[in-house]
């Protein structure tokens, strides 16, 4: 999971800006992953955070830093290999597994999805701009560094559901649900906690128990502010 090079408007972004939108974009990926899953009772994943930073000296304009300064999220997927078809790699499963299969099936796609709804989120804040689910669309998410999340959604779909049409449906139902997992006060705040500690972090890899102690973490403290 990597953020994609660069929406249309990256001439009119800064170099600290488009940093915080891409810490921003893998914090929603990894929050997605870690307490996602958990909500959803599937079991845990590894992953961890890469971060690669420009040299001190390198021009500070983000057109040309961009591909000197990243962050993306390595792992994290329930599924590892996608199948030929979604029929073929349950075949000898029970009615449970079967289930079970699917649900992480689509947990990988609404996890992809969350990466550039972070991103998308942040800078309509940041813009003071309203938010929603129809100014905001799949396609939209292109211009959030969401190109190559797209594609991989694509690629699970395509295994998923043979038809088109069915496809589009499915999709559009977990980009909802995509949205409202960002939306969500408590997630929203565990997104943002998890960036702001890649942006501090002098690690080139920040590993899977030290961003999962800190979003339990988050999550108690939120538990005792919001009692």
């Not at 000898?92 to 709804?117: C, H, M, R, T």
């Not at 689910?133 to 560094?145: D, H, M, P, T």
């Not at 049409?165 to 409202?180: S, T």
């Amino acid at each position: 999971m990597k953020r994609s090079e660069v929406s249309h408007a990256i001439e009119h972004v800064n170099y600290k800006e488009l940093i915080r939108q891409t810490a921003i974009h893998e914090a929603g990926h990894a929050v997605a992953i870690h307490l996602g899953n958990r909500q959803k009772s599937l079991p845990p994943v590894f992953f961890q955070i890469v971060i690669k930073k420009p040299a001190p000296d390198f021009p500070r304009h983000a057109s040309e830093s961009y591909a000197h300064c990243t962050a993306k999220v390595e792992g994290g997927r329930l599924i590892h290999m996608l199948p030929s078809s979604i029929e073929e790699a349950t075949n000898d499963f029970s009615i449970e597994q079967k289930q079970a299969y699917q649900q992480a099936f689509e947990a990988d796609i609404v996890n992809l999805l969350i990466g550039p709804l972070a991103e998308a989120r942040y800078i309509a804040s940041r813009d003071d701009e309203v938010i929603n689910a129809y100014l905001v669309n799949l396609n939209a998410l292109r211009y959030y560094g969401g190109t190559s999340d797209l594609e991989l959604a694509g690629e699970y779909l395509e295994c998923f559901i043979a038809d088109q049409a069915l496809r589009e449906k499915k999709i559009g139902e977990l980009f909802m649900k995509a949205f409202a997992f960002v939306h969500h006060a408590q997630n929203w705040r565990a997104i943002m906690a998890l960036a702001d500690y890649i942006l501090a972090s002098p690690k080139s890899i920040i590993d899977c128990e030290e961003v999962m102690a800190l979003l339990d973490n988050c999550l108690i403290q939120n538990r005792y502010a919001y009692a």
